[in-house]
């Protein structure tokens, strides 16, 4: 099947600051990824639909300015939380759509992110 | 009315039983339907999709889709304690996801 990359697959850090996850798809082309927020023991909630080529689409509560996404290629798109606050602290997953017959979405491994 | 919904609380099926999941979705227009497994602290992972009715197998899973009824189910057949994962239903597009159906099997 194919193969979605993230980086990094944790990462913690201060509150205030900046964290950049990348996600990949290895062996095709993604024009659309999505990315995911998952709190414990909750249901995945898209955040937001990452076109390549032009601005991403954010789903209601989801603040652009804070959760900055930007799709350069085929087959990366990154997602930058600004200003990190511990209730940012969270499991990011992307996917990335492989157009077909069936849009098929194949998920990334995730990135948990805490914030102290 | 939510996109897709899953309605059943946790589901606990001896080892070797047959584990049965259903999915309503309520956009008539959907036309693939995918299932992936989430076990605790991964991603989901891809298991079946299916897009016509009927009945859709793959080893010890099958897919059953039912578009004049709005359903998809999944059926895992010889349940594995392997199997105790949480099931998450998709429709395309925007993949909706359904809240999940966490499965225990029990040895």
């Known amino acids: 099947g194919a193969v979605v990359s993230q980086h990094p697959s944790w990462v913690i850090c201060k509150s205030g600051t900046s964290v950049k996850i990348e996600c990949r798809s290895l062996?095709?082309?993604?024009?659309?990824m999505f990315w995911y927020r998952q709190f414990p023991k909750q249901s995945l909630m898209l955040m937001a639909t990452?076109?390549?080529?032009?601005?991403?689409?954010?789903e209601q509560g989801v603040e652009k300015d804070k959760f900055l996404i930007n799709h350069a290629s085929l087959t990366l798109s990154t997602l930058t939380v600004t200003s990190a606050h511990p209730e940012d602290s969270s499991f990011y997953i992307c996917?990335?759509?492989?157009?077909?017959?069936?849009?098929?979405?194949?998920f990334g491994p995730g990135t948990r992110l805490t914030v102290l | 009315q939510k996109e897709v919904e899953q309605n059943s609380g946790p589901l606990s099926v001896p080892e070797g039983a047959i584990a049965s999941l259903n999915c309503t979705y309520s956009?008539?227009?959907?036309?693939?339907f995918f299932w992936y497994r989430q076990y605790s602290g991964k991603s989901p992972e891809l298991i079946m999709f299916?897009?016509?009715?009927g009945d859709k197998e793959d080893g010890r899973f099958t897919a059953q889709l039912n578009k004049a009824s709005q359903y998809v189910s999944l059926l895992i057949r010889d349940s594995q304690p392997s199997d105790s994962a949480t099931y998450l239903c998709?429709?395309?597009?925007?993949?909706?996801f359904g809240k999940g159906n966490q499965v225990v099997v029990i040895p």
């Open positions: 062996d095709f082309q993604a024009t659309t």
């Open positions: 990452s076109n390549e080529g032009s601005k991403a689409t954010y």
């Open positions: 998709a429709v395309t597009g925007r993949l909706a």
């Open positions: 299916i897009y016509s009715n």
């Open positions: 956009d008539r227009g959907s036309q693939s």
């Open positions: 996917s990335a759509r492989w157009q077909s017959s069936t849009d098929t979405q194949y």
